[in-house]
């Protein structure tokens, strides 16, 4: 009984620190909702600290072109996400006609972009540290090959 | 009157403290560039909100094209035998009061310094379309900063921009599209 007990907080122990582990770089979220009848919904909801292991999966050769245009940008990457870090939440850009509305706002450490056409609502929430460290890690993927 | 004198220290050290709170969060509030476009004809709207601490990390980033090291540079500052660095430096000794005035069929046009800023208004009388520009001098004068006779610096001047007060830099009213380009503490676009 005792060996089960210890055995049961170790198991709640080791998920309540690889949850947390998880959870460190905040989650990212997509949903997509198509508006016309029987219209697809993806929901995808992953803790950002899976995103760089996940990426070690991806061959190397499809980060290829975008391992080059991101490398000349990591200048600029580096000096906005931080900055971005700490500006207080609030919208940064909206886009509104007749019939889209586009709207990229800052909230948290993440950045959420919102659209809303005649076709379908797509939410993207992004932390921004996780957005950071996978642009890097896709940078430099040629460099590792 | 007694208890009203031992009141005093208290109130105006809790004054003291107020102000300095106040002054310490106005210092410290984030300033914002902000530019909304309106169609009212077909309803269109963009508005950007930057936060000017963004752009004063981002701009030194880039160098790329003709912005590099948070300096811009432009082709022909020298146009036509015109030096546009001396023309700043006249006009800022220059006493306040109007530079150009021009009117004529097509637009009204005039450029002044005005309460520190430099003030252009264009008035497009076939279009209805009427362009107020205000720059801060400080503005100008960080525009034109540590830089060669083809170059503006693009840093300095936002650097220079988070120190001015509200205000409004350029205001484009026509009959297709209305423009609004300010500064202000907000996150939002309220005006």
Known sequence: MI???KLGIGVLGTALVGGAALSSEGFIYVNVQEKHPGGTHVHVFVPAALVPTALHFVPRHNFADSAHDMRDALPIIDAAIPALNECPDGVLVEVKDPGEHVLVTKRGGSIIVDVNDPDETVHVSVPLIAAQSAIHQIAEARLMD | MKPTKSLFPALALSSAI???ATLAMAASATRYLHVKVTNPTSHELVRVNVPLILAEKIIPAINHGELRDGKIHIGHMNADEVNVRAILDALK???????????NAGDNVRVAK??????VHVLDKDSKENVDVTVPWDVVEALVSNTADDQLNVEAAIKALQNV???TLVRVSGSD????????SRNTDSE
């Open chain 1, 3 to 5: 060996f089960l007990a």
């Open chain 2, 18 to 20: 107020l102000l300095t």
């Open chain 2, 93 to 103: 000794t220059a006493p306040e009061g109007e530079f150009v005035t021009v009117q």
């Open chain 2, 114 to 119: 005005e309460h520190g800023q430099v003030v």
């Open chain 2, 165 to 167: 007060g509200d205000t």
């Open chain 2, 177 to 184: 599209e209305n423009v609004r380009v300010w500064i202000d």
